[in-house]
T-cell receptor, first 114, second 113 residues
Framework: DSGVTQTPKHLITATGQRVTLRCSPR?????VYWYQQSLDQGLQFLIQ???????AKGNILERFSAQQFPDLHSELNLSSLELGDSALYFC?????????????FGPGTRLTVL | GENVEQHPSTLSVQEGDSAVIKCTYS??????FPWYKQELGKGPQLIID?????GEKKDQRIAVTLNKTAKHFSLHITETQPEDSAVYFC????????????FGTGTRLTIIP
């Protein structure tokens, strides 16, 4: 158990809908990272927040957005969902902004768009 | 941007034998190279990492080697056990941080009892 929690575990929704994925980092960790894992694209970095501020951005679509709250939990919002958004979404956390930090991954949220 | 290639995509070895997974990266500025193990239904778990100022690192049965000149790094697992069966991912990052990790495509390792 990494100490990172993600809810829900599974999510089934329809095209065009909007969903919110939630992540609670390990106690004391200030950074949260979001990744998408799909069969055709592999594991891809989406975005990083550090202490409430966006710090790094990867291959995140404009339909996707994220935020980190004062209690350091983070939410990933996915809107206007398409079939191709079906994937596993992982959250990871680390103590600092990057540097020598290890990223600890949560168990993931499996999103299915029908 | 950074591109990480990983080989082989699948690997089967007899229990007790060694397994080697290789990765190459494209950006010479990359300086942090972690390896993750992902078991079915779970998130990736860091098993070992190496930084560019080190050529080799060992942790019990697991070792990682880095050749910066050739831009490749490898994971070595010795005395393999059934619980080593999983998907292994290499990754690389540019700069001093490990944000923006670029992952390889994964290797499915099966240990044959």
């Amino acid at each position: 158990d990494s100490g990172v929690t993600q809810t829900p575990k599974h999510l089934i929704t329809a095209t065009g809908q909007r969903v919110t994925l939630r992540c609670s980092p390990r106690s004391g960790d200030l950074s949260v990272y979001w990744y998408q894992q799909s069969l055709d694209q592999g594991l891809q970095f989406l975005i990083q927040y550090y202490n409430g501020e966006e710090r790094a951005k990867g291959n995140i679509l404009e339909r996707f957005s994220a935020q980190q709250f004062p209690d350091l939990h983070s939410e990933l919002n996915l809107s206007s969902l398409e079939l191709g958004d079906s994937a596993l979404y992982f959250c990871a956390s680390s103590p600092g902004a990057g540097g020598a930090d290890t990223q600890y991954f949560g168990p993931g949220t499996r999103l299915t768009v029908l | 941007g950074e591109n990480v290639e990983q080989h082989p995509s699948t690997l089967s070895v007899q229990e007790g034998d060694s397994a080697v997974i290789k990765c190459t990266y494209s950006d010479s500025a990359s300086n942090y190279f972690p390896w993750y193990k992902q078991e079915l239904g779970k998130g990736p778990q860091l098993i070992i990492d190496i930084r560019s100022n080190v050529g080799e690192k060992k942790d019990q049965r697991i070792a990682v080697t880095l050749n910066k000149t050739a831009k490749h790094f490898s994971l070595h697992i010795t005395e393999t056990q059934p619980e080593d069966s999983a998907v292994y991912f290499c990754a690389a990052s540019i700069g001093f941080g490990n944000e923006k990790l670029t992952f390889g495509t994964g290797t499915r390792l099966t240990i044959i009892p």
